[in-house]
């Protein structure tokens, strides 16, 4: 049976989109929040729009820009490159907090509509160094998002101890393999589907997919 309301934070990628495939067969209403904090590629967001449409679930778009103010990093300033993590440093990606701001934000939203359940893409699994994407800190900002609220809210992380490669497998077992692949962007290029192949993003998607392929190839051989 499904469950009532969720939320889904939403960006239009691989992990996010995988996540709303996952919560359309678990609830029975789905919304989805998007947030715009001036990504370099405003496309991630009309990306995120279409899926949500073509998936009939409401869509929302939460202004926060205002992280601009605070930090300068590569995903927002086309003047900064975008660099893995190196020497122990978190890479040009980075903008510190951002994760934790977005999901209070959407907690927020969730009690609004009376939705329960928050369900996010964040994985410790392949954390490229985002501390706020930990399941410490999801359990721990859960707390005090109830407590802030006085709420019973709950956050959702399907994806939490998945590698690139198991999310993929998610992606086939709910049948949208070809639809993730294709719609969804990551890229930090801006580029859909299998996107420019040599940013961080891309090499750690596509290693993810190459693995997942060859290991259905293999266990499909046996
Ligand atoms: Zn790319």
Redesign the pocket.
């Known amino acids: 049976m499904k469950k009532g309301k969720a939320v889904v934070v939403f960006s239009g990628g691989q992990d996010s989109t995988t996540c709303l495939l996952w919560a359309l067969t678990q609830y029975e209403e789905v919304f989805t929040v998007t947030f715009d904090y001036g990504q370099r590629h405003i496309e991630e967001i009309t990306c995120a729009e279409e899926i949500a449409h073509d998936l009939n679930v409401p869509f929302k778009v939460l202004d926060m820009t205002l992280i601009n103010q605070l930090s300068a990093n590569a995903l927002t300033r086309s003047d900064i490159a975008v660099t893995d993590a190196t020497d122990g440093k978190l890479p040009s990606t980075f903008v510190p907090g951002r994760n934790h701001l977005f999901l209070s934000f959407a907690a927020v939203y969730a009690q609004s509509i009376g939705a329960r359940d928050i369900i996010t893409g964040v994985c410790e699994t392949d954390f490229s160094g985002y501390p706020d994407c930990r399941d410490v800190f999801v359990k721990a900002l859960n707390v005090s998002i109830n407590l802030a609220m006085d709420t019973s809210l709950q956050f959702q992380t399907p994806l939490m101890w998945l590698d690139k490669a198991q999310t993929w497998k998610l992606a086939d077992d709910l049948g949208a393999l070809e639809f993730v692949r294709t719609r969804t962007l ?4 801006g ?1 859909r589907g299998d ?5 961080p ?3 750690l998607r596509q290693n993810g997919l190459t693995t997942y392929l060859e290991e259905k190839q293999g266990s499909v051989a046996k």
Do not use: A, K, L
Request: negative net charge.
């Open positions: 990551t890229c930090y290029e580029i996107g420019c192949g040599t940013c993003s891309c090499v």
